[in-house]
C-alpha cells in the first residue's frame, strides 16, 4: 500500500494531539480547537488526510489506506503515545488505526 506523506500545522508543544478532519475538510477547520488545545499542554497535529487540503491526492481513497498514511504520519514525525481526535471520516480512520496500532494510541475522543 502507498503512503501518502500528510500536510499538517503543528501547534504549542507537549503530549501529541492528532486532529483528523471529516469528509471534504481539512487541518484548517480546526484551527481554533487546535490552538487551544496547544495552550493547555499539547502539541496539536492539524493534518490534511489524503485527497484533502493540502496533502497529496492518490486514486485509492479508503480507511485502510488513509490508517496507513496515519501510521506514516506518526513515525515521520517520531510521536509516541499518540492522543488522535477523529470527526466523522477521521474518526472512523482514527477507530481503524486504533484497532491496528494499539501500542501507538495513548487514547482517541
Not at 506523506?5 to 471529516?22: N, T, W
Not at 477523529?86 to 495513548?106: C, E, I, W, Y
Amino acid at each position: 500500500m502507498e503512503i501518502v506523506p500528510l500536510f499538517s500545522k503543528v501547534y504549542g508543544e507537549g503530549r501529541p494531539l492528532i486532529i483528523l478532519h471529516g469528509l471534504f475538510g481539512m487541518g484548517d477547520n480546526w484551527t481554533t480547537h487546535a490552538k487551544f488545545f496547544a495552550t493547555k499542554g499539547w502539541q496539536v497535529h492539524a493534518v490534511d488526510g489524503r485527497n484533502h487540503g493540502r496533502s497529496p491526492h492518490h486514486n485509492v481513497h479508503d480507511y485502510d489506506a488513509m490508517a496507513a498514511d496515519l501510521e506514516g504520519y506518526i513515525s515521520e514525525h517520531n510521536l509516541e503515545n499518540v492522543v488522535l481526535l477523529g470527526h466523522s471520516m477521521g474518526g472512523k480512520t482514527v477507530m481503524n488505526f486504533a484497532v491496528r496500532k494499539p501500542q501507538l494510541v495513548d487514547g482517541v475522543i
